[in-house]
């Protein structure tokens, strides 16, 4: 079965330090991956997406970059963190294939306060 | 474009009421319709799903959505609330096609269970 991980669960970064957070997917190849950043009374906004390896699109400019090095690995990346990146930062996949009609997956989450 | 209006950011029942749950989409080509819940700083987790057939959906908990094409709605409802319903949740919304196929996400709607 497939299952998705992501970590830190919490960080707590100083502003202007950098920033480097990890998803992996693990049974399954060539997933969709995605990251979110749930902001409180905000919903969830889509930050990237990435339909193969090297493959990133942008949905807001800011901040933040991500990177996939890996089929099954997604990375947000900041050099220089602001207070307004603090957030709930969810990464999610979905299987290429007629993914509409499966929907996402997602990670557990990982809580960051920039302070 | 697609988008996604979940009324309500706040709704409170007692233990044992209906649960309803609004949400209302746009979209100018046949849409995906999904619910997925949150528990405190968790992921999110998929209730239930439309894709095509029946517009009535069951989903896990005893939660239900039914797709009315008229009113561009997909409410979620559970006949009888109990306490572990406690949670955020999130309406969304997706098309057939699309080598990205992204769920663009309602505000959610936090639900209070009283005892």
């Known amino acids: 079965s497939q299952t998705i991980h992501q970590w830190p669960a919490t960080l707590v970064q100083p502003v202007g330090s950098p920033l480097s957070l990890e998803c992996t997917v693990e049974g399954t190849s060539n997933p969709n991956l995605y990251w979110y950043r749930q902001a409180a009374g905000r919903g969830l906004q889509l930050l990237f997406y990435s339909v193969g390896i090297g493959q990133i699109s942008s949905e807001v400019p800011q901040n933040l970059s991500a990177s996939r090095p890996q089929d099954r690995q997604f990375i947000l990346s900041s050099k220089k963190l602001l207070l307004s990146d603090s957030g709930f930062y969810l990464c999610?996949?979905?299987?290429?294939?007629?993914?509409?009609?499966?929907?996402?997956?997602f990670g557990s989450g990982t809580r960051l306060t920039v302070v | 474009a697609q988008s996604v209006t979940q009324l309500g950011s706040h709704v409170s029942v007692s233990e044992g009421a209906l649960v309803l749950l609004r949400c209302n989409y746009s979209?100018?080509?046949?849409?995906?319709l999904f619910w997925y819940v949150q528990y405190p700083n968790q992921g999110l987790q998929l209730l239930l799903k439309y894709t095509t057939g029946a517009t009535l959906v069951k989903g896990i908990n005893g939660f239900e959505a039914e797709f009315k094409k008229s009113e561009t709605s997909f409410h979620l409802t559970k006949p009888s609330a109990h306490m572990s319903d406690a949670a955020e949740y999130f309406c969304a919304v997706t098309h057939y096609g699309g080598a990205t196929n992204k769920l663009i996400f309602g505000t959610g709607t936090l639900l209070a269970v009283q005892p």
């Open positions: 999610a996949w979905t299987q290429g294939a007629r993914a509409e009609a499966i929907g996402y997956t």
């Open positions: 979209s100018s080509v046949p849409p995906y």
